[in-house]
């Protein structure tokens, strides 16, 4: 198992460009998350997925995209980079929403100038 | 306030000491979670808890649901237990996750 692949590691866009954040499990996972951490601050839920083609917004949704149309991939569309969006971004997985241990991808250090 | 305090910010500690770092949380729960983020940005997850008591190797997590804290403990600190350990709580409610900020711990050899 290679758990949760998340590609790029690191990227740098210009204001304005756009980028899709890559994030696969094959662990067989149904839920699946996109966190971003800014510098010294707690993980904010971007968006989640309870399944194939069930998508819905976390806390910080805004400039973002996703889309699930299988179990195993869960990409991150940003459109039109802002500098605001410059953050680490994790994918996650877990088995089901409530009690189950989640596990991480590497994270994606993003910068946009 | 945050929903999820955790304390200290930082720790500095010898090796060999007793580390505890604590997580206090203001919202109903149904679980906990103890991860570690290591110097190169990886996560990891430590413990679930939703109560009492879990141990893994020199690792120890508590909580108290009634007081609405958790502690982790590491036993025989290493400096290879340098990390950020950040504690995160699911509401009742929901099953989204709000996580502290984390406790940036460095054992010194």
């Known amino acids: 198992n290679a758990g949760v692949t998340q590609t790029p590691k690191f990227r740098i866009l210009k204001i304005g460009q756009s980028m899709t954040l890559q994030c696969a499990q094959d662990?067989?996972?149904?839920?699946m998350y996109w966190y971003r951490q800014d510098p010294g601050m707690g993980l904010k839920l971007i968006y989640y997925s309870v399944g194939a083609g069930i998508t819905d917004k976390g806390e910080v949704p805004n400039g973002y995209n996703v889309s699930r149309s299988t179990t195993e991939d869960f990409p991150l569309r940003l459109e039109l980079a802002a500098p605001s969006q410059t953050s680490v971004y994790f994918c996650?997985?877990?088995?089901?929403?409530?009690?189950?241990?989640?596990?991480f991808g590497s994270g994606t250090q993003l910068s946009v100038l | 306030k945050n929903e999820v305090e955790q304390s200290p910010q930082n720790l500095t500690a010898q090796e060999g000491e007793f580390i505890t770092i604590n997580c206090s949380y203001s919202?109903?729960?149904?679980?906990l979670h103890w991860l570690q983020q290591h110097p190169g940005g990886g996560i990891v997850s430590l413990f679930m808890?939703?109560?009492?008591?879990k141990k893994h190797g020199r690792l120890i997590a508590t909580i108290n649901i009634q007081e609405k804290h958790s502690s982790l403990h590491i036993t025989a600190s290493h400096p290879r237990d340098s990390a950020v350990y950040i504690c995160?709580?699911?509401?009742?409610?929901?099953?989204?996750?709000?996580w502290g900020a984390g406790t940036k711990l460095i054992i010194k050899p």
């Open positions: 996650a997985s877990s088995k089901s929403g409530r009690g189950e241990k989640l596990f």
């Open positions: 919202v109903g729960i149904s679980a």
């Open positions: 995160a709580v699911r509401m009742d409610s929901n099953y989204q996750l709000i």
């Open positions: 808890l939703s109560s009492g008591k």
């Open positions: 662990m067989n996972h149904n839920y």
